[in-house]
């Protein structure tokens, strides 16, 4: 005899995605109408309500206002457990593949246009620190140069800061190979690399050398954040701008792309021939 359907949740995550659920069917609204309310897919909030997933800080904050919990939400999403490092792979995947248009600034060589030796070493360092399989990571972080060639055929813009030339994260060949690798890089036809040179660094905003702007092709646009073991995306619309606008502003200082790509030349040849 088959065991009866389990109706009540076991752990708090699932109580969580009940939660919304149900305040959600209270006000007579769908999933595709509540992901509305908060700039997401109904997918996206029925994997929350299922608990495959947990809503980050500012997307909590919107559906506890759109959904009229009072708070509940924003106070128990703390006491909630998520697996980054299993999940967000996956999500950065799914955005990328959406996405028209792609922005970053970098204090490294953007992770689209590293080769696997420098890629090997810049992440090899952190292994000690944070852990996980060095060559899973090293694939993981090759795998995203197919977005540029991928279905959206997206614009890839970057404004790399000067300090990524000279960075000694590997030994003077395998940076004269990276750079020569950007250089060839840039030769594609949607792709922008710019340099911020020292003399132009007025604003100082590291975390944005480990954030990430899409725009995708409905219009919406989104951001993901980084942390040292985690990271998480950012929908608010306020808080968004403030990263597009951010991202303008060193674009805006940057040298333009072919004063930046002779910069690259120049570097190759003063410091690494």
Not at 158 to 174: F, H, Q
Not at 253 to 271: F, G, H, K, W
Request: proline share 7%.
């Amino acid at each position: 005899m088959p065991a009866p359907k389990r109706n009540e949740p076991t752990n708090l995550n699932e109580w969580f995605g009940r939660k919304i659920r149900e305040l959600r069917e209270a006000l007579g609204w769908t999933q595709a109408r509540l992901g509305e309310e908060v700039n997401l897919s109904g997918g996206r909030i029925a994997q929350f309500e299922r608990a495959e997933d947990v809503p980050p800080k500012d997307i909590t904050e919107l559906l506890d206002k759109a959904l009229g919990a009072g708070g509940l939400l924003m106070e128990l999403r703390p006491l909630l457990t998520r697996s980054w490092e299993e999940k967000w792979p996956e999500d950065i995947c799914d955005i990328e593949e959406q996405a028209t248009r792609i922005q970053q600034f970098n204090y490294t060589i953007p992770a689209f246009f590293q080769t696997p030796e420098y890629a090997m070493a810049l992440l090899g360092a952190g292994v000690p620190f944070v852990g996980g399989d060095l060559a899973e990571k090293v694939k993981l972080r090759l795998s995203r140069r197919d977005v540029v060639d991928g279905l959206s055929h997206p614009w890839l813009r970057c404004v790399v800061d000067e300090s990524a030339l000279y960075r000694a994260v590997c030994p003077p060949d395998i940076m004269r190979a990276q750079l020569l690798h950007l250089l060839k890089e840039c030769e594609e036809p949607r792709v922008t690399v710019q340099v911020l040179p020292f003399a132009n660094s007025r604003m100082v905003v590291p975390g944005m050398g480990l954030a990430t702007i899409w725009t995708l092709s409905d219009g919406r646009t989104l951001a993901y954040q980084e942390t040292v073991d985690s990271g998480y995306f950012v929908t608010k619309p306020s808080v968004v701008s403030l990263y597009t606008s951010l991202f303008d502003q060193f674009q805006a200082d940057a040298l333009p792309t072919d004063a930046s790509l002779a910069l690259i030349r120049r570097v190759l040849e003063d410091r690494y021939s």
